[in-house]
């Protein structure tokens, strides 16, 4: 993965309590709001819409476009599948049946720090979250495998990228998905993860902005907490300066 372009602010350590009370705050009513969000709209992303008979459902109908969908998927599919995963490039179909819920996931990365030894730690996002169609595996546990940490589960592996990439098609084949998402104040982005193979993943952003503080502090403290891992930082002020998406297109109509 490309290294994280992210703010950088200095911080003394009561002022990083203090920021960190209130990121975690933040970062639990986000993390249910989003999750609300995603099962009142799961009735518009039914897989079924979009791939038809291409895939395994209770209700096997023909669907519009579901030719072209397909082959996205598959083409998609094909350039990932191979390299890390080890996984054979022609889908067979019908496809096994994609869940219907939509599941939002912290998103992470790693940041390597430089020093006497090098350091990885796991950077988690108290704003951006990885979505897709429930997997059957966790990014994190198809990272431990692609690594060899753990024993490849081939269908489960196959099933988790199909899940991903099912959901990227979707939204380009409805945009008007990706204008309300962006309605309920999350930009959606398409990413790369470098370390699964460039495996395309949807991300929502919530319009907050979050910093970390120089890399030994951050080691300091993942030192004392005995976990390599640190979440980005909500500042006061980013909670001020939130962009209203509505209010910005309001004023552009009038603006003179």
């Known amino acids: 993965m490309k290294k994280e372009e992210i703010f950088r602010k200095d911080l003394d350590n009561q002022k990083f309590f203090q920021l960190r009370q209130g990121t975690e705050k933040i970062a639990g009513f986000l993390g249910k709001r989003v999750a609300s969000h995603m099962e009142v709209l799961t009735p518009l992303f039914v897989p079924r819409k979009l791939l038809g008979t291409y895939v395994k459902s209770a209700s096997m109908e023909d669907v519009p476009k579901a030719d ?39 998103y992470t990365y790693p940041l390597t720090i430089d020093g006497t030894e090098s350091k990885t730690i796991n950077i988690i996002s108290p704003t951006r979250w990885i979505l897709s169609y429930r997997n059957m595996l966790s990014l994190d546990r198809l990272k431990v ?91 006061l002020e980013a909670v001020e300066n939130m962009e209203d998406s509505l209010k910005n297109d309001l004023k552009g109509l009038i603006s003179y």
């Open 68 to 106: 072209r969908a397909f082959a996205e998927l598959q083409e998609h599919y094909a350039a990932v599948c191979e390299k890390p995963f080890g996984l054979a490039k022609k889908l067979q179909i019908p496809l096994p049946p994609i869940s219907i819920h939509l599941e939002p996931v912290p």
């Open 145 to 235: 495998m692609v690594s060899g940490k753990e024993n490849r589960q081939l269908d489960e592996m196959k099933q988790t990228i199909i899940n991903h990439i099912t959901l990227i098609v979707f939204l380009k084949y409805f945009p008007a998905l990706p204008r309300l998402l962006e309605d309920l104040r999350y930009k959606v982005e398409i990413i790369e993860l470098a370390e699964l193979g460039n495996l395309p993943v949807v991300m929502l952003r919530a319009p907050l902005e979050t910093f970390l503080p120089p890399d030994d502090f951050i080691l300091q403290v993942t030192q004392l907490s005995g976990v390599d891992a640190f979440q980005e930082i909500i500042d």
